[in-house]
Structure formats: structure tokens, C-alpha cells
Nanobody
Framework: QVQLVESGGGLVQAGGSLRLSCATS????????MGWFRQAPGKGREFVAR????????NYADSVMGRFTISRDNTKNTVYLQMNSLKPEDTAVYYC????????????????????WGQGTQVTVSS
């Protein structure tokens, strides 16, 4: 069992920055890959970014490439999402998720490929 708790969401103006954190517990953090997803009202859950177990490989959605950075600190059991140059279309609930099956693969981007989820944190970007 893995527990995930997101934090760091909030209200920010367009062009601003936020850093989301996801603290984990329950299993050896360095044994699984981590992803960030988001869900806007009336829309499905959308892949944002993924990082492999070692942090050696990352993957990003085209919509956030060059603006968002995913990272992890395996000594703190925490994954981060640094979000810069935020746009109103980035407004959503952001979720972190853990993939225990294939932690070394960067290309797993579907929600069903993740085993555990956090409760989400709201990010609102005003224009």
C-alpha cells in the first residue's frame, strides 16, 4: 500500500509559478515511478508528467513541455512539479500517482497504468 498526499496548489495569475509536492509513504519510494495528472471540470484525467524510479528519465505532455519540470527526492520520499509560465488553461485539480509495475519506463501515460493516487490539489490560474 502506498499513500500519496499532494500540496502546493493555489490561485496564481497567468505567467506565475507554483511548485506542487507529493509526499509518499508505505513502500520504498525509490522502487516506483511517479506521475502527475490533472483534471479540469467536465474533462477527463490528463497526463502531465512522469519520472522514473531513479529520476533518470522524464516524460511530459506537449502542453506543458518547457514550462513544467518534474523531479524527485528519494531521500525525502517526495516528488515535485515545478510549474512556470502558467496559463489559464492549466487550471485543474492536479493528482500525483505511483506506478509500481514498470518503474524504469518513461512512456507510461495512461491513468490505468498507475496503482495509487493522491487526493488532488487545486490549481487555479487567473487571466
Amino acid at each position: 500500500q502506498v499513500q500519496l498526499v499532494e500540496s502546493g496548489g493555489g490561485l496564481v495569475q497567468a505567467g506565475g509559478s507554483l511548485r506542487l509536492s507529493c509526499a509518499t509513504s508505505g513502500r520504498t519510494f525509490s522502487s516506483y515511478a511517479m506521475g502527475w495528472f490533472r483534471q479540469a471540470p467536465g474533462k477527463g484525467r490528463e497526463f502531465v508528467a512522469r519520472i522514473t524510479w531513479s529520476g533518470g528519465r522524464t516524460n511530459y505532455a506537449d502542453s506543458v513541455m518547457g514550462r513544467f519540470t518534474i523531479s524527485r527526492d528519494n531521500t525525502k520520499n517526495t516528488v515535485y512539479l515545478q510549474m512556470n509560465s502558467l496559463k489559464p488553461e492549466d487550471t485543474a485539480v492536479y493528482y500525483c500517482a505511483a506506478d509500481l509495475l514498470l518503474p524504469g519506463i518513461a512512456a507510461r501515460v495512461r491513468p490505468q497504468e498507475y496503482d495509487y493516487w493522491g487526493q488532488g490539489t487545486q490549481v487555479t490560474v487567473s487571466s
